[in-house]
T-cell receptor, first 112, second 112 residues
Framework: EDKVVQSPLSLVVHEGDTVTLNCSYEVTNFRSLLWYKQEKKAPTFLFMLTSSGIEKKSGRLSSILDKKELSSILNITATQTGDSAIYLCAVVLNSGYSTLTFGKGTMLLVSP | DAMVIQNPRYQVTQFGKPVTLSCSQTLNHNVMYWYQQKSSQAPKLLFHYYDKDFNNEADTPDNFQSRRPNTSFCFLDIRSPGLGDAAMYLC???????????FGSGTRLTVV
């Protein structure tokens, strides 16, 4: 059975801290890994990562995939209260319809 | 401009009373997905359409049905909602899932 595991499940930090969120996967026929940020609405897309190992960056957020370790990390530097959200990791399989398999998410709370 | 539109944003229905949630898209994407997300859980795929091909997840209850009359619209029908069906229902579309899905803003269903 395909599995996506995120850790930690929840995290509380102070503004300005740097956080690292983890996502590991055990799937057959991996294609890509997606990170989403979810506040009180639908998930919004952050990054797509493939086995190429290329790091993706957007402002204070960055992410990279380690194909040997079958895992990915999402880094957020100089956190702000607006970063408080659930961060979802999802894996896309290389099958005909390529559905997403989500992890349970990491709930991040950034306190002022 | 909203590209994946879900209506209504909030829906209250009575126990056992059929309810329909709608999703429309202006992206002309081939694939449309319905996810169920309960409180503090990751989105769970219910089913998806690849063009007119319907794909049901094995553990999706028979109580849930879907229709896709054309490329732009997809409906989720819950024939006899139970209290356990209260959740956020997310519609998503993709042309190529490797590039990331586009989610609608969701419909939060309450069953009373």
């Amino acid at each position: 059975e395909d599995k996506v595991v995120q850790s930690p499940l929840s995290l509380v930090v102070h503004e300005g801290d740097t956080v690292t969120l983890n996502c590991s996967y055990e799937v057959t026929n991996f294609r890509s890994l997606l990170w989403y940020k979810q506040e009180k609405k639908a998930p919004t897309f952050l990054f797509m990562l493939t086995s190429s190992g290329i790091e993706k960056k957007s402002g204070r957020l960055s992410s990279i995939l380690d194909k040997k370790e079958l895992s990915s990390i999402l880094n957020i530097t100089a956190t702000q209260t607006g970063d408080s959200a659930i961060y979802l990791c999802a894996v896309v399989l290389n099958s005909g319809y390529s559905t997403l398999t989500f992890g349970k998410g990491t709930m991040l709370l950034v306190s002022p | 401009d909203a590209m994946v539109i879900q209506n209504p944003r909030y829906q209250v229905t009575q126990f056992g009373k059929p309810v329909t949630l709608s999703c429309s898209q202006t992206l002309n994407h081939n694939v449309m997905y319905w996810y169920q997300q309960k409180s503090s859980q990751a989105p769970k795929l219910l089913f998806h359409y690849y063009d007119k091909d319907f794909n049901n997840e094995a553990d999706t209850p028979d109580n849930f049905q879907s229709r896709r009359p054309n490329t732009s619209f997809c409906f989720l029908d819950i024939r006899s909602p139970g209290l356990g069906d209260a959740a956020m229902y997310l519609c998503a579309t993709s042309r190529d899932p490797g590039q990331g899905y586009t989610f609608g803003s969701g419909t939060r269903l309450t069953v009373v």
